[in-house]
């Protein structure tokens, strides 16, 4: 039984595997590589420039008074609070 060994690997178009690579390189059109490789390794990644911002913009949105809020931005707000709520889970399983 051969052919059950035989496991050809054949997608449509726009279907099977999608692969998505977030070098740096990739970003270049938006400015110098050489600038974004140095950025990561001498300030900070990605994940934790990101993080910075987060950490902004909940602290912000603390001090926003009742109702300052519509309701996409309430939205929003309420994703990014789960989104911090599950990366400190997944940071304290360390």
Do not use: C
């Not at 490789?37 to 009742?66: C, F, H, N, T």
């Amino acid at each position: 039984m051969w052919w059950l060994n035989f496991n050809p690997q054949f997608n449509w178009p726009f279907s099977g595997s999608v692969v998505q690579d977030i070098h740096p390189s990739l970003l270049a059109r938006a400015g110098s590589e050489a600038t974004e490789l140095r950025v990561l390794r001498e300030v900070a990644s990605y994940g934790k420039q990101i993080g910075v911002l987060s950490d902004l913009v909940l602290g912000l949105a603390k001090q926003l008074p009742a109702g300052a809020l519509d309701d996409e931005a309430r939205h929003a707000l309420a994703q990014l609070e789960e989104m911090a709520r599950r990366i400190e889970r997944i940071k304290d399983q360390r």
